[in-house]
T-cell receptor, first 114, second 115 residues
Framework: KAGVTQTPRYLIKTRGQQVTLSCSPISGHRSVSWYQQTPGQGLQFLFEYFSETQRNKGNFPGRFSGRQFSNSRSEMNVSTLELGDSALYLC?????????????FGPGTRLTVT | AQSVTQPDIHITVSEGASLELRCNYSYGATPYLFWYVQSPGQGLQLLLKYFSGDTLVQGIKGFEAEFKRSQSSFNLRKPSVHWSDAAEYFCAVGASGGSNYKLTFGKGTLLTVNP
C-alpha cells in the first residue's frame, strides 16, 4: 500500500511569510505526528494528532500549529517565518497514538527560509 | 525529562566489518527504545524496537540491539556491514503513558562504509 505522502517536497519562502505543509497518512492510519529536523537541533517533536485532536505538543512557539481532518490527513502551518525555521519537516503516521504503534515516516518537506 | 545521547557523530567502517553504534538514554521509568535509519533524501525507517522482555532485540536488515539497564544503553550492532548500510542512524526513547507520548531522538550517527 502507499506510504506516507508529504507535499510539497521542497519549498522556499521569505522571512515573515507563512507556510502550510500537508501530510497524507497511510490508509487506515489515524494518528499523525510532525517532527522538525535541523543540523543543529536534530529531530524534534512538534505535535501529534489523533481523531482530529491534538494529543501532544512539543516545545515550539505558537507560530507552529497544525490540524487533522476527518480523513486523517494533516496540515501544519508556520506563521511569520524566521530564518531558523529552515528545516526538513517530517510527518509520521501510525494506526494509533502512543509508543506501541509503529510510526511510518514520509520523505519530508524541505523548507528554506530566505 | 527524557534524553538520548549518541556519542559518535560519524563512524567509518570497511565493508564486511562489524559495526556497533552507541546509544545512551536518560529516562526515569522503563524506557521504550527505538533505532531508526535515514538514507539521503528519505524519511526514517524503523530498524528495531524494545518495549520489554528479552533484552536482545532483532531487527530488519540484519541489525540487532541490546538493552542494558545498568548502563542505560541500547547499542545497535551488525556483524557484517554492507555498502548499502551507509546512512544516518538515530536512537530514540519514547515516554510511556497514553497522552504523554513523545519520541525523543538522539542527534544521530552518520555511517560511512568504505569498499
Amino acid at each position: 500500500k502507499a506510504g506516507v505522502t508529504q507535499t510539497p517536497r521542497y519549498l522556499i519562502k521569505t522571512r515573515g511569510q507563512q507556510v502550510t505543509l500537508s501530510c497524507s497518512p497511510i490508509s487506515g492510519h489515524r494518528s499523525v505526528s510532525w517532527y522538525q529536523q535541523t543540523p543543529g537541533q536534530g529531530l524534534q517533536f512538534l505535535f501529534e494528532y489523533f481523531s482530529e485532536t491534538q494529543r501532544n505538543k512539543g516545545n515550539f512557539p505558537g507560530r507552529f500549529s497544525g490540524r487533522q481532518f476527518s480523513n486523517s490527513r494533516s496540515e501544519m502551518n508556520v506563521s511569520t517565518l524566521e530564518l531558523g525555521d529552515s528545516a526538513l519537516y517530517l510527518c509520521a503516521s501510525s494506526l494509533l497514538p502512543g509508543v506501541y504503534s509503529e510510526q511510518y515516516f514520509g520523505p519530508g518537506t524541505r523548507l528554506t527560509v530566505t | 525529562a527524557q534524553s538520548v545521547t549518541q556519542p559518535d557523530i560519524h563512524i567509518t567502517v570497511s565493508e564486511g566489518a562489524s559495526l556497533e553504534l552507541r546509544c545512551n538514554y536518560s529516562y526515569g521509568a522503563t524506557p521504550y527504545l527505538f533505532w531508526y535509519v535515514q538514507s539521503p533524501g528519505q524519511g526514517l525507517q524503523l530498524l528495531l524496537k524494545y518495549f520489554s522482555g528479552d533484552t536482545l532485540v532483532q531487527g530488519i536488515k540484519g541489525f540487532e540491539a541490546e538493552f542494558k539497564r545498568s548502563q542505560s544503553s541500547f547499542n545497535l550492532r551488525k556483524p557484517s556491514v554492507h555498502w548499502s548500510d551507509a546512512a544516518e542512524y538515530f536512537c530514540a526513547v519514547g515516554a510511556s503513558g497514553g497522552s504523554n507520548y513523545k519520541l525523543t531522538f538522539g542527534k544521530g550517527t552518520l555511517l560511512t562504509v568504505n569498499p
